[in-house]
């Protein structure tokens, strides 16, 4: 089983700047992600990484503004977020699994972290 724990969320204006960071405990996963929910809207998939490398992939959200990355001795995973919007404001979740793109690919949640960009 693993556990993952968010941290970093809070609020900021639109442009700054916000690091979440998602911490691994326990069993294993190949892949891990950054999914986003707003208020009524349905949760998307935000950036994605493979824990064996290669490119990480970003939804078109975060493209140009977000960046993903992880670290394998602390077991893990970041997300830069930068120029930040209203419309980024949401409920940001880490995930782990065995694929990418697909939610149903990640097994493990964490217990989100709130991000509120006011303008």
């Known amino acids: 089983q693993v556990h993952l724990t968010e941290s970093g969320g809070g609020s900021v204006q639109a442009g700054d700047s916000l690091s979440l960071s998602c911490a691994a405990s326990?069993?294993?996963?190949?892949?891990s992600a950054w999914f986003r929910q707003a208020p009524g809207k349905v949760r998307e998939l935000v950036a994605a990484?493979?824990?064996?490398?290669?490119?990480?992939w970003y939804g078109d959200v975060a493209k140009g503004r977000f960046t993903i990355a992880r670290d394998l001795v602390k077991r893990t995973m970041y997300l830069q977020m930068n120029k930040l919007k209203p419309d980024d404001s949401a409920i940001y979740y880490c995930?782990?699994?065995?694929?990418?793109?697909?939610?149903?690919?990640?097994?493990?949640w964490g217990q989100g972290t709130q991000v509120t960009v006011s303008s």
């Open positions: 995930a782990a699994g065995w694929g990418i793109k697909l939610e149903s690919d990640y097994d493990y």
């Open positions: 326990g069993g294993t996963f190949s892949s």
């Open positions: 990484i493979r824990w064996s490398g290669g490119d990480p």
